[in-house]
């Protein structure tokens, strides 16, 4: 198992860490305890150290699986990552209560990278005003918690802010090469890097999205190494960063823990040639976008309701993937019956004031249309 040392802490994790928030589950929806222990077996049979989990993962069931699960464990053999759900957190006495629970719902007294939960700037902004901050310093000088981090989802700005705030243990970012300009990106990585400071990966395969292409992306890949799957070069591509310290990845059979064993057993970084072929691919799939919105935002509020820019990134985002499923939450939850595309009345109120003299309307109509399809793009 590939190891990296994080000279900072003293310490060495495995570059793969076990995810814990997709557990395989029963029909009920309950994790399905004996299969995700003998998963996390095999995974720490195989030298995985790194186990991460959360307060609400599997509807707040993974923690206390977690804790069951590693309790026959030599507890100093293993680095327990779990989180602070800062959303729960409107005073400081919210948060000393939920720390204490979380130590009794994984059974161990300490944490070994404990995590402030998706940071962005209001929760950082709250969680500072509250005193939180101080209050995890103070349970890192009694031992309660040994590395302190934050989990970040936000634009690079307020990164910078979080990141420059102390001397953080560790943290962690989302990044996959599809996602170098998203959030912290590239640019967090190189300024976690810049200072030294541990980074951990979260989302290496988008969800799983970098995980199922249709043939004509599957196929470039498979010419390299067609035992390899299509996930392995994901995590390999975020692997072959430096800086990079962990590897998450939330595992649901398992065969995805045999594959991502295979692939971090002997770890190879992406060579010259796959490097390439990652670049083409991302070209590839960039240049299936619909049309040209940024996001300005300078087209809302719509009178009917609709969320123009809403709309417009997950129909460019379906027809990159070419899968309804990577989207599928998002248009029927987040932007619901009442955000879509639909409800236009063409009124042309926006297009007056696009900067990138979108037609909005029509382009409104190939939304509702092609998302109505949920169906995968062949």
């Not at 970098?210 to 390999?236: G, M, Q, V, W, Y």
């Not at 990079?244 to 939330?250: A, D």
Request: hydrophobic residues 35%; aromatic residues 10%.
């Amino acid at each position: 198992m590939e190891k990296r040392r994080l000279e900072k802490l003293g310490l060495e994790t495995s570059l793969l860490g076990f995810g814990c928030m997709r557990f395989p589950t029963t029909l009920e929806g309950k994790i399905d305890e004996p299969e995700a222990e003998k998963m996390l077996d095999k995974a720490i049979a195989a030298g995985v150290n790194y186990i991460d989990t959360a307060y609400p993962y599997h509807g707040g069931d993974s923690e206390p699986f977690v804790g069951r699960a590693l309790k026959k464990y030599d507890r100093a053999s293993l680095y327990l990552a779990t989180k602070l759900p800062v959303w729960l957190v409107k005073t400081l006495e919210d948060a000393k209560k939920l720390f204490e629970e979380q130590l009794e719902r994984l059974q161990t007294p300490y944490i070994d990278f404990y995590l402030l939960h998706a940071m962005n700037k209001s929760r950082w902004d709250e969680m500072l005003q509250l005193g939180v901050v101080n209050y995890l310093e103070q349970l890192q000088k009694e031992g309660k918690i040994r590395n302190l981090g934050f989990s970040f989802h936000d634009s690079y700005e307020v990164f910078e802010e979080i990141i420059n705030y102390r001397d953080w243990d560790f943290c962690q970012i989302q990044l996959n090469y599809m996602d170098v300009d998203e959030q912290a990106g590239m640019k967090g990585y190189k300024l976690a890097e810049e200072k030294q400071v541990p980074l951990v990966i979260m989302e290496p395969i988008k969800g799983g999205t970098l995980a199922a292409f249709a043939e004509d992306i599957t196929s470039k890949f498979r010419a390299h190494d067609p035992n390899a799957s299509t996930a392995s070069f994901a995590l390999r591509w975020v692997g072959s960063l430096p800086g990079v310290k962990v590897i998450l990845s939330g595992m649901s059979t398992m065969e995805q823990v045999e594959d991502n064993l295979n692939t971090f057993g002997e770890f190879k970084p992406l060579t010259e040639a796959e490097q390439q072929t990652v670049k083409e691919v991302v070209e590839t799939l960039r240049g299936r976008v619909q049309n040209g919105c940024t996001g300005c935002r300078y087209c809302m509020p719509c009178p009917a309701g609709v969320n123009i820019p809403g709309n417009f990134k997950l129909w460019n985002t379906y027809h990159t993937y070419q899968n309804y499923n990577v989207v599928k939450w998002s248009w029927e939850q987040e932007l619901g019956d009442k955000g879509q595309a639909k409800n236009c009345v063409e009124c042309g109120k926006c297009e007056k004031e696009c900067p990138q003299k979108i037609s909005i309307r029509e382009d409104l109509k190939k939304v509702q249309a092609d998302l109505d399809k949920k169906e995968m793009i062949l």
